[in-house]
């Protein structure tokens, strides 16, 4: 799985909810289908840019990223930090911290939250509704 969830994980495959049994080993995406760092950044494209902070509790920041380039939250724990800064699943991770981590896979996304700030500002993109 991903991790970034705990500061306490040290592996890169640990979940970010805590009891690493609870979340699953190669869980099937929630994507409804790939989508390109091209296609996040086109002008015109039907997603649109959102900003959280989110600050890190005593168990992580409660939400898990998948993906290859670009990643997305696959998992978002409903009682975590994540959850009450307004983060949801299928959002694509476009910066943590200001940068910019569209080309990079979930594992080097995961290893920057783990080894960044308490309190991490993330810049999502998510389809749009309309």
Known sequence: MVSGARRSSSSSTSGFYGNSSSVLCNPKSVLKKPVTAEELQRPGSPYIKKTFTIVGDAVGWGFVVRGDKPCHI???????????????VCQF????????VLTLDYRKVSNLILTGPRTMVMEVMEESSL
């Open 74 to 88: 696959q998992a978002v724990d409903p009682s975590g930090p994540a959850a009450a800064a307004g983060l949801k």
């Open 93 to 100: 991770v476009l910066s943590i911290n200001g940068m910019n």
